[in-house]
C-alpha cells in the first residue's frame, strides 16, 4: 500500500510540474549497400532525463522502436541505446533503471531486402524529473528508397559505396532538426484515404464545410457554458472540503487570531480578507500550471487513455480507503513546519500568504482527494484547456468565503455547527462517491480499447451495492474506523440522506435489464455494451462506425445522413443518446429518415496503415481509428468538441447548421427536420433541372 501511495503522489505532483523541455531529431545513415541506421538524438533541459531501455517490467516507461508500416525492410536487432547511460536504483519504482542526462541517443538499425521499400516507424520514449514524468511521447521516422539489393550490379554497388555514408535516399531522408518524410505526407485525409478507391465522388465526402457552415449562422458555442459548469463543480468541490475535520475547526481560530491580534477591528478584517484571497491565488496557481502543462487536446487524449484512466481508478479507490479510514494521506510534516515558522518571522501580506498556504498543507489530507477528484474531472472532460483553472477558482472561492464573511460579521460564529462526529460522517459519504466515480474512469479505459471487463451490467450492479451500502452505513447499521461508537440514533438529515440513497440504488435495478435509467446515463457504459437488454426496441444504435461505408449506403438508398462524432469518454455524449434519442419523433427520424453514423474520436483500435496528413503545416500521423476520425472533425468541420452532430446529403454536402450538447428535443426535432427538407428540395430542383 505503501509503494501504490508513493506512486500515485509521484503522479499527482506530476500535474503540477512546468512543461518540460524534451525535443528530439532524427537522423539516418548507411551503414552498408543494404543496412540503414535510424538514430534518435534527443536532448532534455537541466534537471530531467530521458530513460533508456533494457531494466526490468513495472517501472517508468522505457525507449522502444515501434513500426506503422513496413515493406522491403526488415529490423536488424532492437533498439540500441547510445553510451552514457546513468544506471540508478530508484527509490520510488523500488528498481534499477536507466536513464540518460542532457543528451540520448538511440539507434534502430534496418536491413533492405527489396528494391524498392518503406519503413514507417517511431520511437516512444519517457522523460523525467525529480517530480514529475511527461506522458509517453514519440518520434516519427521513415525511410523509402528504390536503391534495394535487387538488380544489385557493379556499377550500382560501386555507386552506393560511394553513398555509404549519406543517406540511403535523398527523397526519403533528410537529416536536421526535425525528422523529415517525403511526400508520403498528404495534404488532406481525403488524399489519404481515397488514394486506393480512386473514386473522385468519395473526395467529396471529405471536403471542407467550414465555410458552409458559417453561411448557416452556425453559432454552437457551448464554451461559455461548459465553463460555468466547471466553475460550479469547483464551487461545491470547495463547499464539501470545507465541512471536513481538516478544515472547518480551523476557521473559527483564524478568523478569531486577526481580529484579536490587531486592536483595530478594521485591520483584523482586512487581514481576513487578505487570508482569503491569498486561498483563491494558491488553488488557482495549482490550476494555471496544469493549464499550462496541457493542452486541450492533450487533455482529450489522456481523457480515454488506459495507463492514465487505470492510474485514476486507482487513485480514487486509495483516496475513498483514506476517507473510510483505512489511513491518512498527509504531506510532510516537515513542509508545513517550515512554511509556518517562516510566517512567524514574516510580516505584512508574506506573513498572511504563508499562513495561507499552512492552512493548503495542514488540510491536504481532506481536501487532497476532493481536488484530485476535481482536477481528473475537469481536465478529461472540460474540453478546454483553462477547465483546470477554472475548476481551481471556484473551489478556492468556496473555500475562502467563511474566512471573509465570519470576520466580516463574528456574530455567526456563535451559530455555526460545532465540530464533531457529522464531520466524519461527510468524509465516509465522500468515500462512497469516490469509489463510485472510479468506476468511470475504468469503464472509459475498458470502452476504449475494447476489453468487455465493465460492460453496463456490471457497472450498474456495482453502483447499486456501493449506493445500498452508503445507505445502509447512514442508518448506522454499519461503521468505520473514526466513527463515533457512543452514537445510537440516527439523525433526520442522515435518515433522508440514506433514504435517497436506497432509493437510487432500487431505481438502477432495472437497468440490469435495459431500462433507459436516464439518471446515470452520463456515467454509466453505453446500452449496446449490455449482453441482456429487454429494453432494445426503444434505443437507438448508430447504423455505422464508419464514414466510408456509412455515406456509400446512404448513397445506395438515396438518404441523407446524420454524423455523430463522439466518444467512450464523453459524458454530454450519453446524456443525449438517452435524453434526446429515445424520444418517438427522433428516433423514429435517425433511424427511418436518415443515416446515423457515430464516429467515435477516442477509438483505440490501428488503424490497418497508418495515414500521414498535414495540419497547421506539419505533419501528423494518424494510428488510430480514433485518430481518423478526430482528424475528419477538425478537417471538414472545423470542430473538435463531442457530441458534435451534423446533417449531409449522401454527397457530403452540408444540409443544416450543426448542433452539440442541448437536451431540447423540441429543438432536435427541428434540426432534424430542417435538414431533411433541405435534402427532399435539393432532390426536387436536381430532377427538374435534369
Not at 499552512?358 to 487532497?368: D, E, H, P, Q, R
Not at 445506395?556 to 443525449?576: A, E, H, I, S
Amino acid at each position: 500500500m505503501r509503494r501504490l501511495i508513493s506512486l500515485l503522489s509521484v503522479f499527482f505532483m506530476a500535474c503540477t510540474a512546468l512543461l518540460a523541455q524534451v525535443s528530439f531529431s532524427v537522423n539516418y545513415k548507411r551503414v552498408s549497400p543494404t543496412e540503414i541506421d535510424i538514430v534518435f538524438t534527443g536532448k532534455a533541459d537541466a534537471g530531467w532525463h530521458i530513460y533508456s531501455n533494457g531494466f526490468g517490467d513495472g517501472g517508468p516507461t522505457q525507449a522502444s522502436f515501434g513500426v506503422d508500416k513496413k515493406s522491403g525492410v526488415e529490423l536488424v536487432g532492437g533498439l540500441r541505446p547510445g553510451a552514457g547511460a546513468k544506471t540508478v536504483t530508484d527509490p520510488i519504482f523500488e528498481m534499477t533503471v536507466r536513464y540518460f542526462e542532457g543528451t540520448a541517443t538511440f539507434t534502430q538499425r534496418v536491413k533492405l531486402t527489396q528494391k524498392d521499400y518503406e519503413l514507417k516507424g517511431y520511437l516512444n520514449y519517457g522523460a523525467c524529473n525529480d517530480e514529475a514524468c511527461l506522458p509517453p511521447s514519440s518520434v516519427n521516422c521513415t525511410v523509402k528508397g528504390s536503391d534495394g539489393p535487387a538488380g544489385n550490379d557493379d556499377s550500382a554497388a560501386k555507386n552506393k559505396d560511394e553513398k555509404a555514408d549519406a543517406p540511403a535516399d535523398a527523397a526519403a531522408m533528410e537529416a536536421g532538426d526535425e525528422a523529415k518524410t517525403d511526400s508520403t505526407a498528404t495534404d488532406s485525409l481525403a488524399q489519404a484515404v481515397t488514394a486506393s478507391f480512386g473514386d473522385d465522388e468519395m473526395k467529396a465526402w471529405y471536403h471542407p464545410v467550414i465555410e458552409d457552415l458559417k453561411k448557416f449562422g452556425d453559432d454552437n458555442d457551448y464554451s461559455g457554458m461548459s465553463l460555468w459548469y466547471i466553475f460550479l463543480l469547483g464551487f461545491l468541490g470547495g463547499l464539501v472540503a470545507l465541512f471536513t475535520p481538516c478544515v472547518w475547526p480551523i476557521i473559527p481560530m483564524t478568523v478569531s487570531f486577526f481580529l484579536k491580534r490587531s486592536s483595530d477591528r478594521k485591520k483584523g478584517v482586512s487581514d481576513a480578507i487578505t487570508y482569503g484571497i491569498s486561498i483563491v491565488v494558491i488553488y488557482v496557481a495549482l490550476g494555471l500550471i496544469i493549464t499550462a502543462v496541457f493542452g486541450a487536446n492533450a487533455l482529450n487524449d489522456l481523457s480515454t487513455n488506459a495507463i492514465f484512466n487505470i492510474l485514476f481508478f486507482l487513485m480514487l479507490v486509495v483516496f475513498a480507503a483514506s476517507f473510510f479510514g483505512g489511513f491518512e494521506i498527509t504531506l510532510p510534516s516537515k513542509w508545513s513546519n517550515a512554511v509556518d515558522q517562516k510566517s512567524e518571522k514574516a510580516t505584512g501580506l508574506l506573513s498572511i500568504f504563508l499562513m495561507a498556504f499552512t492552512l493548503s498543507l495542514v488540510s491536504f489530507s481532506c481536501t487532497g482527494p476532493i481536488i484530485g477528484f476535481l482536477l481528473v474531472e475537469v481536465s478529461t472532460t472540460g474540453g478546454t484547456a483553462l477547465a483546470p483553472t477554472i475548476g481551481m477558482l471556484g473551489f478556492a472561492i468556496a473555500l475562502a468565503l467563511p474566512f471573509t464573511l465570519f470576520a466580516l460579521f463574528p456574530t455567526w460564529l456563535k451559530s455555526a455547527p460545532k465540530s464533531g462526529g457529522w464531520m466524519n460522517t461527510i468524509k465516509v459519504v465522500l468515500g462512497f462517491l469516490e469509489l463510485a466515480f472510479a468506476l468511470k474512469f475504468l469503464s472509459v479505459a475498458d470502452l476504449a480499447y475494447g476489453w468487455h471487463i465493465l460492460d453496463r451490467e456490471t457497472f450498474l450492479a456495482l453502483w447499486i451495492v456501493i449506493f445500498a451500502l452508503l445507505g445502509v452505513y447512514l442508518l448506522g447499521i454499519i461503521k468505520f474506523p473514526h466513527d463515533d461508537e457512543t452514537e445510537r440514533r440516527t439523525s433526520v438529515p442522515k435518515f433522508f440522506m440514506a433514504l435517497c440513497s436506497l432509493a437510487f440504488a432500487i431505481y438502477m435495478i432495472p437497468g440490469l435489464w435495459g431500462a433507459p435509467c436516464k439518471a446515470v446515463s452520463a456515467f454509466a457504459p453505453p446500452l449496446y455494451t449490455q449482453d441482456f437488454n429487454l429494453n432494445e426496441h426503444n434505443t437507438v444504435e448508430a447504423q455505422f462506425r464508419d464514414y466510408e461505408k456509412g455515406m456509400a449506403y446512404a448513397k445506395q438508398q438515396g438518404l441523407p445522413v446524420m454524423v455523430d462524432f463522439t466518444g467512450f469518454g464523453c459524458v454530454n455524449c450519453r446524456k443525449m443518446e438517452m435524453a434526446v434519442w429515445p424520444d418517438g419523433t427522433v428516433r423514429q427520424m435517425l433511424t427511418k429518415d436518415y443515416v446515423l453514423i457515430s464516429l467515435y474520436v477516442d477509438d483505440k483500435t490501428p488503424l490497418p496503415e497508418s495515414i500521414d496528413v498535414m495540419e497547421n503545416g506539419a505533419e501528423t500521423t494518424l494510428r488510430t481509428v480514433g485518430d481518423k476520425w478526430s482528424y475528419l472533425e477538425r478537417s471538414k468541420f472545423g470542430a473538435q468538441t463531442q457530441p458534435f452532430y451534423v446533417l449531409l446529403d449522401n454527397d457530403g454536402n452540408l444540409l443544416n447548421k450543426s448542433r452539440s450538447y442541448d437536451e431540447n428535443v423540441s429543438e432536435y426535432i427541428k434540426f432534424l427536420r430542417e435538414g431533411l427538407e433541405r435534402y427532399r428540395n435539393k432532390g426536387v430542383a436536381e430532377t427538374v433541372s435534369e
